[in-house]
C-alpha cells in the first residue's frame, strides 16, 4: 500500500474509463476482467508472508443483464474517485454511500457501496485511500515523534510532534503518509485496547521505554497498518503487539503481521518483523490472571485458525493448544486485578525479556 501521487491514480482512473469508453464508440457492451476475490483465489504467498489474490478472473460484461447494476455502480465510484483526487476532496464510506443516493444507483445497503470500493481497489490495484475515501477513523497514535504533514495542501509542510496530544493523534491518511523528520523512541507498543492505551500514557511508558504507543481499538484499520509497517520499515523500531488472551486478540496480531484475507488484494501493509508478546494463553497462570470459560464462538474460532497456515510456526500452535486445554481466556485489562500498575511494572518488562531470549 504505498504512497501514490495523485498523477498516478488520476492517470489509472482516466485509463479504466478510456477503456469502457473505446469499447462503447465500436458497438460494443463495456466489458472488465477483475481478479476474483473468492476464498478459492486466495493464496498464501510464501514470499509476501502474506495472503494474496490467485489467478482467477471474473468478467463482468453489460451483455449480462445481472451484472449491468454491479457494472454501472463499479463505474460510477470511479467516477465518483477521480473527482475526489482531482478536487483535492476526500469522503468516508459512508459519505459516499449517502452521495449515490443523488445518482439513483441505489445500493441496497452501505456494504453494497464498501464492497463495490473493494471492487474498484482490486482493478487498479490501489488501496481505497488513494482514491480519498476512508472508513470512519479509530485508531490513535502518541510519542517522541516528529512528523510534517505532505497532505491536505492546508496543512502542508506544517510539523507536529506526536506527544502534543494527551490522548492521542487520530491515525488518518494524512499522519499515516506525513514524513518523518526525528523520533526520540527506540520501539513500538502496538495495543488492542484503549483502556491500555490509556493507562500507558498515564504511566509515561512512552519515557520508561522509550516507546510509541498504537492504539488500533480493535482490529487494527489500513492507515495503522500502514503506519506501523513505515516505522518498523523506515525507522527500524521493533513492533510489539499487545492483545487479548483469546482467538481474537491472537488473530488481530496475525494480520498485523501476515496480513488478513480481506485485503488479499492489496500489497505492503504487514510488518512481518513485529512480536506478539501477549497476552498469550500460557499468560493467564503464569501470571495469574482472572480468566472467563471460552464460548462456542470462541472454541470455533480456534479450530479455523488451526488450519490457517498462518498459524502452523510453534509458537502460535502452543497457545491455541493451550486454550484448547485449559478453555480459558482472559484480557489486557485482567492486570488490574493485581493493581493498576502491574502490566507496566510486571507484565511488560518480563514479557520483553522472554522475547529477547526467544530470538
Request: charge should be positive; aromatic fraction near 10%; proline fraction near 3%.
Amino acid at each position: 500500500m504505498p504512497e501514490r501521487s495523485n498523477k498516478e491514480v488520476l492517470e489509472k482512473l482516466s485509463e479504466f474509463g478510456s477503456e469502457v469508453y473505446n469499447q462503447l464508440s465500436r458497438g460494443e457492451f463495456p466489458r472488465i476482467k477483475i481478479a476474483s476475490r473468492t476464498t478459492s483465489n486466495i493464496v498464501f504467498d510464501e514470499g509476501l508472508s502474506q495472503f494474496v489474490l490467485g489467478e482467477q478472473r471474473a468478467l463482468r460484461s453489460a451483455s449480462n443483464i445481472k451484472q449491468i447494476r454491479s457494472l454501472t455502480q463499479l463505474l460510477w465510484v470511479a467516477s465518483f474517485a477521480k473527482r475526489l483526487v482531482s478536487e483535492g476532496k476526500s469522503s468516508t464510506l459512508r459519505d459516499l454511500y449517502y452521495h449515490s443516493l443523488n445518482y439513483g444507483l441505489k445500493f441496497r445497503e452501505q456494504l453494497e457501496s464498501d464492497d463495490t470500493v473493494t471492487d474498484l481497489e482490486t482493478l487498479l490495484t490501489e488501496p481505497r485511500e488513494a482514491f480519498n475515501i476512508f472508513p470512519k477513523e479509530r485508531s490513535a497514535i502518541f510519542g517522541d515523534l516528529e512528523i510534517e504533514y505532505t497532505t491536505p495542501v492546508t496543512h502542508k509542510g506544517r510539523r507536529v510532534n506526536l506527544n502534543s496530544n494527551p490522548d492521542g493523534v487520530m491515525i488518518g491518511l494524512s499522519v499515516a503518509q506525513a514524513d518523518f523528520l526525528k523520533c526520540g523512541a527506540k520501539q513500538v507498543f502496538v495495543i488492542e485496547k484503549n483502556a491500555v492505551f490509556r493507562r500507558f500514557i498515564e504511566e509515561r511508558v512512552y519515557e520508561k521505554f522509550n516507546s510509541i504507543l498504537i492504539d488500533t481499538a480493535g482490529q487494527a484499520p489500513r492507515l495503522a497498518r500502514l503506519l506501523i509497517r513505515r516505522l518498523s520499515r523506515e525507522l527500524g523500531l521493533p513492533v510489539y503487539l499487545l492483545t487479548d488472551a483469546d482467538p481474537w486478540g491472537m488473530h488481530i496480531a496475525m494480520v498485523i503481521i501476515r496480513g488478513s484475507a480481506n485485503a488479499a488484494h492489496l500489497r505492503e501493509l504487514t510488518t512481518p518483523d513485529a512480536k506478539w508478546v501477549g497476552l498469550w494463553a500460557t499468560d493467564i497462570k503464569r501470571f495469574n490472571l482472572p480468566s472467563f470459560t471460552l464460548t462456542k464462538l470462541d472454541e470455533q474460532r480456534i479450530k479455523l485458525l488451526e488450519e490457517d497456515l498462518r498459524y502452523r510456526d510453534f509458537e502460535w500452535q502452543s497457545e491455541l493448544q493451550e486454550f484448547k486445554k485449559t478453555k480459558r481466556r482472559t484480557e489486557l485489562e485482567s492486570f488490574s486485578a493485581h493493581g493498576l500498575t502491574a502490566i507496566v511494572d510486571k507484565y511488560l518488562p518480563k514479557k520483553l525479556k522472554m522475547i529477547a531470549d526467544m530470538s
